[in-house]
């Protein structure tokens, strides 16, 4: 099977035990992750064969971050190694109506000082069938963004199928340019794009008409407008998806996602999460399904969005960033069981 490349920041998340703030917090837990990292681990959990590229420190911490993507069976071949240290986010998660937050500490991190030239990508797409990136990605600096359009530019020129998370992230803007003036030209390489609900109108200038997020009020109809607007926007795009996430707390959402494919829209089922264990990687989780369930369910969109949005649904139940479930357990909430009794 050809292999699937993701490329982006690997970082440590670093957060206070349970719900704990940062001021009560005297010991933090460590995970690995980040928006392509996530999204690997995903594909790889469903049989695929990954590959990530991304810059990590000659050091211990860069060598057990990778031994922490070795044990996911994600491939670390085209892994580079250098600069000084690896990234790192805070997260205090939240609960009820206190918001979860991030604290970004990834200034002049291994990845952030990458630099256009470095990858060979030439070798890492010979065998590839997908490229995916995130808006996460040229939004860390300008090395990261050149590097990045390398890369679907290779991607293009090699066949590949190039998918981006619109993913805006305004605490990372910081290195000089608007996000527009630079996703402009790459989401323009894309085949698949998706995004959530504020990613197309923070990045683009796309609303959805009358959502209120924050009041849990998002629907398929809102956010059809967005997928046609991008689709306009973007003539190369023939896929685009629209994650709708209704906000009622911290600890419960509404879960569900569009799906524009050749011009149909198609609409997933809306999940009720009432007890968020973790909601960080959500999105990542949708992307990994969703590029599973179009590679795996080509004819059926409905049934690849479907696969996207209850992988997705089941992130929420899982701690840290990756989405450790597996094919099965995924068409089982497809299928309508969610009564989560005992496995025996």
Request: charged share 20%; glycine share 10%; net charge negative.
């Amino acid at each position: 099977m050809q292999k699937i490349i993701t490329f982006g920041e690997v970082m440590m998340r670093l957060s206070p035990p349970g719900a704990l703030r940062f001021g009560q917090a005297r010991d933090f837990e460590v995970q690995y992750g980040g928006g392509e990292s996530n999204v690997a681990v995903s594909l790889a959990n469903y049989g695929l064969d990954t590959e990530i590229v991304t810059r990590l420190p000659s050091n211990d911490i860069g060598e057990a971050c990778l031994q922490f993507l070795r044990q996911y069976n994600v491939g670390t071949h085209f892994i580079l190694h250098g600069g000084s240290r690896l990234g790192i986010y805070f997260l205090e998660i939240g609960s009820v109506m206190r918001s979860s937050q991030v604290i970004y500490d990834r200034a002049d991190s291994a990845f952030a000082t990458i630099e256009p030239g470095m990858v060979d990508w030439d070798l890492v797409f010979r065998d590839a069938a997908w490229f995916h990136w995130t808006g996460i990605t040229p939004a860390i600096s300008e090395g990261a963004a050149l590097a990045c359009l390398e890369g679907v530019k290779a991607a293009r020129r090699m066949g590949v199928t190039v998918s981006c998370d619109m993913n805006y992230r305004a605490k990372l803007w910081k290195w000089g340019k608007p996000p527009q003036e630079i996703m402009e030209e790459l989401v323009s390489y894309c085949d698949v794009a998706i995004g959530n609900e504020e990613d197309a109108e923070k990045v683009f200038g796309i609303q959805a008409p009358e959502a209120d997020v924050t009041a849990g009020n998002v629907s398929s109809e809102q956010y059809a407008f967005v997928c046609a607007e991008l689709a306009k926007k973007f003539p190369r795009l023939k896929t685009i998806a629209i994650t709708l996430r209704g906000s009622i707390s911290a600890s419960h959402n509404t879960w569900s996602a569009v799906l524009q494919k050749d011009g149909r829209l198609f609409t997933a089922p809306t999940y009720e999460i009432t007890h968020i264990v973790d909601r960080v990687g959500g999105g990542d989780s949708f992307m990994g399904g969703l590029i599973y369930g179009l590679l795996n369910y080509a004819d059926d969109p409905q049934k690849a969005l479907n696969f996207a949005v209850a992988a997705s649904a089941l992130k929420h139940t899982i701690y840290g960033d990756f989405n450790l479930v597996s094919v099965a357990e995924v068409e089982k909430l497809m299928k309508g069981d969610s009564s989560g009794r005992v496995s025996r």
